[in-house]
């Protein structure tokens, strides 16, 4: 298993975070790191996402800091570059995802069906983003996809919080979940970020329990 698969792994949790303000990087940063999630997937849905990342990274150098939404091999070279130690997207880009095994970055493309699994294998991949998550089946959809393919290890993402998180985590299927509702958008926005550090120990508690 790949070392940032195993710190996945340990942390469960992988904040999915939309940025619009270098700014609020380093705050941001800080309020999950105080709340005991050192991990976040900044998403390539704004122009800011790389220069965040690279804050990020430089502020906290032992947060586990990725990029998510990556669409195109450009986008991948522009993330790593900045920092980012491991590639999400939402879905399976052949092109993509071979471009980012070139190079050796961790990547975790998305599927949500056997075609993305069997694809995925044939590129060496076993640990897939399952996207969207509960609007594709949830988790009874990954035990039925974990039949055919047992050596599949699942992130699922998408429809993700705290009533159901649990549930997820308890299947052996399941590697982490990516989610949001620790850090929204508006609370971002607002600077909030006592309210996103407090979420995250909610969340933090809930995994641990």
């Given at each position: 298993?790949?070392?940032?698969?195993?710190?996945?792994?340990?942390?469960?949790?992988?904040?999915?975070?939309?940025?619009?303000?270098?700014?609020?990087?380093?705050?941001?940063?800080?309020?999950?790191?105080?709340?005991g999630?050192?991990?976040?997937?900044?998403?390539?849905?704004?122009?800011?996402?790389?220069?965040?990342?690279?804050?990020?990274?430089?502020?906290?150098?032992?947060?586990?800091?990725?990029?998510?939404?990556?669409?195109?091999?450009?986008?991948?070279?522009?993330?790593?570059?900045?920092?980012?130690?491991?590639?999400v997207?939402?879905?399976?880009n052949?092109?993509?995802?071979?471009?980012?095994?070139?190079?050796?970055?961790?990547?975790?493309?998305?599927?949500?069906?056997?075609?993305g699994?069997?694809?995925?294998?044939?590129?060496?991949?076993?640990?897939?983003?399952?996207?969207?998550?509960?609007?594709?089946?949830?988790?009874?959809?990954?035990?039925?996809?974990?039949?055919?393919?047992?050596?599949?290890?699942?992130?699922?993402?998408?429809?993700?919080?705290?009533?159901?998180?649990?549930?997820?985590?308890?299947?052996?299927?399941?590697?982490?979940?990516?989610?949001?509702?620790?850090?929204?958008?508006?609370?971002?926005?607002?600077?909030?970020?006592?309210?996103?550090?407090?979420?995250?120990?909610?969340?933090?508690?809930?995994?641990?329990?």
């Open positions: 298993m790949h070392k940032i698969t195993e710190q996945l792994k340990f942390t469960r949790i992988i904040p999915v975070v939309v940025l619009d303000d270098p700014a609020d990087a380093k705050p941001l940063a800080k309020a999950l790191c105080d709340g999630l050192p991990c976040a997937e900044i998403t390539f849905r704004t122009e800011a996402a790389a220069e965040c990342i690279q804050i990020m990274s430089k502020e906290f150098p032992d947060m586990l800091v990725g990029a998510g939404t990556v669409l195109t091999a450009a986008q991948a070279d522009q993330a790593m570059k900045a920092g980012a130690r491991f590639i997207s939402p879905g399976l052949p092109a993509m995802v071979k471009h980012c095994l070139k190079k050796k970055y961790p990547v975790f493309p998305g599927i949500n069906n056997p075609t699994i069997e694809t995925a294998l044939s590129m060496g991949l076993t640990f897939l983003k399952f996207f969207p998550a509960e609007v594709s089946g949830g988790l009874e959809m990954i035990k039925a996809l974990s039949a055919p393919y047992p050596q599949v290890r699942f992130m699922p993402t998408g429809g993700i919080n705290p009533e159901n998180l649990h549930t997820y985590l308890a299947c052996d299927k399941v590697t982490a979940c990516g989610g949001s509702w620790m850090v929204k958008e508006e609370l971002i926005k607002s600077g909030n970020f006592e309210e996103i550090q407090k979420l995250t120990q909610e969340a933090v508690r809930t995994i641990r329990a």
